[in-house]
């Protein structure tokens, strides 16, 4: 056992030798980000063949990301890495900040007179935001360590004034969350109800799962996000309450791996995003997803033992994260060996057991239709923020189903084959796998 054990680790040594971090592998990722920020504005704004370019260029810059041949490591030898990503982190807070001051109905209009924050206000807040990113980017931030959590806060108070001002939001997630937290609350199981159709159409769900003006499958997300969406809906009546903790955690963890500028720049581009606030409106599950990503990374960093815990918890807060269970391999660290493969292995399984099985086990039949069976039934979306509606046009009208299946999976070998060995490097290999998947989608939007 003694020697299968040291050769399989001296296999993993030569695998994995020199696949470490690399400062412009971060630069090239933060042009991606900004890329894309850019191209979700332009789908707000129903610029449909606009954002493509932007697509397809983030697309690229996420390769080169990864293989980053060493072609580019000569494009500027003399430059000092970390002034060039600083560089490109302010490009893309100023960006973003300037999209959610200018973009129409990023900040929604004002609420009536007497409201505790207007929309002039909440316009100051953002300025405010932006001041407190760039002056974040400095070696000794003016606030000391209290720079981002003065961030969170500003955004934090964005967030709450949004929700506030914008009641009832019409889109389904919405209902699906408020609903399912009620019934759960009532002591009712979420995943054997249904839901009202709130649209005046049915094309946004396939054939036959609207009937009688209800949809006839339970909630459709995974355990996990009812973590947040029940106790908020219990104190606030409002579940988009939980997705604003979510995001505000997720970037408090951001806060706590790392420390310094860089880290202060990536928090300021996140909360930042030019459609953080609609993401935030509409209650996509989303950050839900980012927090456990966020607390994975921040695990692998700084208490590696939580990190199979945290592991577990992301590869099942949403169906799609399943992609990234291959990418795990990219949090072993050299030094562990076998037994730390066991130990991430294990805590990934129990801790993704615990937070879904007993929901699974409640009514089965019920839980496997809302989960697994009503992804068969995803209409395909022309309205897309990707290539698919592209693809759908070529294909006689929709999308192949094993298109973006293949396209992730090819992404997912490739990440295994040159991604740094690192924590960054499984964070960059997953968005690479989700990005390629959603790109090729039926259905993909700026959450």
Known sequence: FRRVLFRSAGLADRFTRGRDDRPLALVLAAIAAIAIGHAMSLHHRSDFPGFLPWIGGALVLLVLALVQPRAIDRVAPRISREALLLAVLAVGITWGAWELLTVPDELPIPGPAGRWLEGSDARTLVVVAWILAITGLRREAPLGRWQMPALIAVVGILGIWLIKVMTDPPIDVWVFQRDAAQHLLSGANPYAMDFPNIYDHTRYYGEGVVVDGRVTYGYPYLPVTLAFYVPTEAIAADPRFGNLAALLLAAGLIAWAHRGPVARGALGMLLLTPTVLFILRY??????????????????????RLTGIALGLFLTVKQYCLLAVPLALLLLRRQDGRRGAVVLAAGAIVAGALATIPFALWDLPAFTKAIVEIQSHTAMRMDSLGFGPI????????????????????????????????????ALSTAVA??????????????
């Open 283 to 304: 209650s996509w599950t989303e950050p839900v997803v980012l927090l456990a990503l966020a607390a994975t990374i921040a695990a692998a960093v700084r208490a590696p």
């Open 434 to 447: 989700l990005f390629v998947f959603f790109i090729l989608a039926r259905q993909a939007f700026p959450n």
């Open 391 to 426: 693809v759908a046009t070529l294909a006689g009208g929709d999308v192949p189903g094993w298109l973006p299946f293949t396209a992730a999976g090819l992404a997912v070998l490739l990440c295994l084959v040159v991604a740094p060995w690192t924590p960054s490097g499984f």
